[in-house]
T-cell receptor, first 114, second 114 residues
Framework: GAGVSQSPRYKVAKRGQDVALRCDPI?????LFWYQQALGQGPEFLTY????????KSGLPSDRFFAERPEGSVSTLKIQRTQQEDSAVYLC????????????FGQGTRLTVV | QKEVEQDPGPLSVPEGAIVSLNCTYS??????FMWYRQYSRKGPELLMY????GNKEDGRFTAQVDKSSKYISLFIRDSQPSDSATYLC??????????????FGSGTQLTVLP
């Protein structure tokens, strides 16, 4: 595709519900990143993939957060037993190189937990 | 204290004004410095990046890095209403353990009035 595609754009979840957020990176991009952006704040790093390997998950806030990229292309961020503090925009970015200085971001998924 | 500090604004200027946006940081390991623009309900878009200290110019935009003061700036000349957005500074180190994640400021909301 022309850019990084994320779906759904908006998700409302009841507290305790599991959610799955999808990221379709730019074709051929090796590196994929997930960030969490709270209202009025800058994005915060969650996790990083190089192809199918998850090389850094130091930013995942709890073991309720899980990300995968099984075939080195599409990635899914899963949040189990959602809580109100999980409400945020979840951004995916992809890059051609190991560095993400020129990463392209998707439009994000806005998650609201009620 | 956050590693990257950015005045959240909001900043409102008349069309044609010169805009100065700034960030300070505390981690001396940061070597790559970036500015992203984020329109409402969109993902961040990379404007400029600079390696180490110095200036970089691209059209109406100039990025400056002063590593001795741990201070970076973005200048926008002849500002236009279409420049109205949130501007995020971001930076990263080149050390292998954290090479791939960006640390963002909280963003400055800019409005350029016609």
């Amino acid at each position: 595709g022309a850019g990084v595609s994320q779906s759904p754009r908006y998700k409302v979840a009841k507290r305790g519900q599991d959610v799955a957020l999808r990221c379709d990176p730019i074709s051929g991009h090796v590196s994929l990143f997930w960030y969490q952006q709270a209202l009025g704040q800058g994005p915060e790093f969650l996790t990083y993939f190089q192809n199918e390997a998850q090389l850094d998950k130091s930013g995942l806030p709890s073991d309720r957060f899980f990300a995968e990229r099984p075939e080195g292309s599409v990635s899914t961020l899963k949040i189990q037993r959602t809580q109100q503090e999980d409400s945020a925009v979840y951004l995916c970015a992809s890059s051609t190189s190991h560095s993400n200085t020129e990463a392209f971001f998707g439009q994000g998924t806005r998650l609201t937990v009620v | 204290q956050k590693e990257v500090e950015q005045d959240p604004g909001p900043l409102s200027v008349p069309e044609g004004a010169i805009v100065s946006l700034n960030c300070t940081y505390s981690n001396s390991a940061f070597q790559y410095f970036m500015w992203y623009r984020q329109y409402s309900r969109k993902g961040p878009e990379l404007l400029m990046y600079t390696y180490s200290s110095g200036n970089k110019e691209d059209g109406r935009f100039t990025a400056q890095v002063d590593k001795s003061s741990k201070y970076i700036s973005l200048f926008i000349r002849d500002s236009q209403p279409s420049d109205s957005a949130t501007y995020l500074c971001a930076m990263r180190s080149i050390s292998s353990g954290s090479a791939r994640q960006l640390t963002f400021g909280s963003g400055t909301q800019l409005t350029v009035l016609p």
